[in-house]
């Protein structure tokens, strides 16, 4: 068994979003995604479907064809290779779940660049 909270010892930076790899278990990651108001996360893709769940504030997904406001108890699901970004339009706290097979080294790097 293994527990985590969402909302313990949350930080926030005006430069990049914050990652927090919450649980990693036999068949997910669940990943903390804590991102300060203007804060973004350019375009990229996965190579595995995703889930985002909005615990609070609301951000802007990107798309290639339109953006979507997300907000507090919003739930999306992506299926690979779809290019999307994040904008945070007021902080905000994302629970991201990726596949086992995912890795949160991508999902990093995204951030670096």
Do not use: C, Q, W
């Not at 909005?54 to 290019?83: C, Q």
């Not at 999902?107 to 660049?113: A, D, F, I, M, W």
Request: no cysteine; net charge neutral; hydrophobic share 40%.
């Amino acid at each position: 068994m293994k527990i985590a909270n969402i909302f313990k010892d949350i930080t926030y930076s005006n430069k990049k979003p914050i990652i927090t790899v919450l649980l990693d278990t036999d068949f997910t990651k669940e990943i903390r995604i804590a991102m300060e108001k203007g804060t973004v996360m350019k375009e990229h893709k996965t190579l595995y479907p995703i889930v985002l769940e909005i615990l609070e504030g609301t951000i802007d997904f990107g798309i290639p064809s339109d953006i979507v406001v997300l907000s507090k108890g919003d739930l999306i699901a992506l299926e690979s290779n779809v290019p999307h970004d994040l904008k945070a339009n007021e902080n905000s706290i994302i629970r991201l779940t990726l596949t086992k097979h995912d890795n949160v080294d991508r999902v990093e790097k995204v951030l670096k660049s």
